[in-house]
């Protein structure tokens, strides 16, 4: 296989940055930090996944318990990989991890080098690489090169075979899941991606009908971060491909607004801000549409399948 396809063969699926939240002595330090692990992760060709900016205890208090709970998990049941802080104990950390066993997701377990690791963690069969680290450097190199042999090993690893029949419909079943979210979780994503009035309607409306995504919500609001305006002219543009005019009147601003509102977006998610219909939609089936289905296709079809 060459560079590219290597590089290609890594890049399927999201790396989920799992580490303490609640009541942290230092919480702007150690957010910093997992933002260097997610740095490290996108580097090795992965998309991370940053609790903090969706679920965080303080900014996002307004969340109930089990609307945490479903989002995350299904960030991590989606992941590709999980990265485990173990510097800090903590049980969010130990539940993702067994999460991440459940669902056949490989783990790495990170923590300075002095920290001592619990062996019961260290135990758990979905631990497939331990990095312990001096300095950021360190850090850096040797995460990488574990998220590599992670991605090896997954491509490589003897998984089940299992019918083509099987696979096809566990891939339907895939994209159901990922069309259709709880209610709830809905709900929650709004609140998080502070939209509300006729624009979280709209939103609603079209997860509830399949024009988007409900993983894709799930994508535009933790993933990309989008919020607001930003996140209600995306969608009802690009997403519904409702005219200026009725993404104005909804929105509740006027037309050149709603333009620099989703240049704003665009940019955001990594689209040209003038970018065409044809690039856009291509995105919107590739990024909102694919992603919760590349894991399942990599745990089926890895193992000489799919090569």
Known sequence: MDDAKEKAAVAVGEAYISGA??????????????ELLAEIAEAAGLRAYLPH???????????????????DRAHVTNAAVLIAYAGIPSFGVGIEVELAREH???????????RPISRLLLGNPAVVEVVKF??????RRALGSALAAAASATRGG?????????????????????????IAEVTALLRVGEVDGET???????????RLFGAGLRDLVGRYALRGADL????LRDVLERSLAEAAATLGVDPRTVRRHVATARARVGLPEDAPADPVAQWLV??????????LQLHLFTGGRAR
């Open 158 to 182: 003897s998984r089940p075979m299992v019918s083509d029949d099987v696979v096809v419909r566990r891939f339907i079943a895939s994209l159901e899941e990922a069309r259709r979210l709880p």
């Open 200 to 210: 979280a309607s709209a939103i609603r409306d079209a997860v509830e009908r399949g």
């Open 21 to 34: 939240l609640t009541a942290l002595e230092d919480a702007p330090r150690t957010k910093v930090f997992y």
């Open 134 to 139: 001096a300095d950021l450097d360190g850090l």
């Open 104 to 114: 056949s997701v490989p783990v790495i377990v990170v923590a300075e080098r002095e």
């Open 286 to 295: 590739t990024e909102l549409i694919a992603p919760p289905t590349r894991a």
């Open 53 to 71: 900016r969706v679920t965080d205890p303080v900014a996002a208090a307004h969340l109930d318990p089990r609307s945490v709970y479903e989002i």
């Open 232 to 235: 209600g002219a995306f969608v």
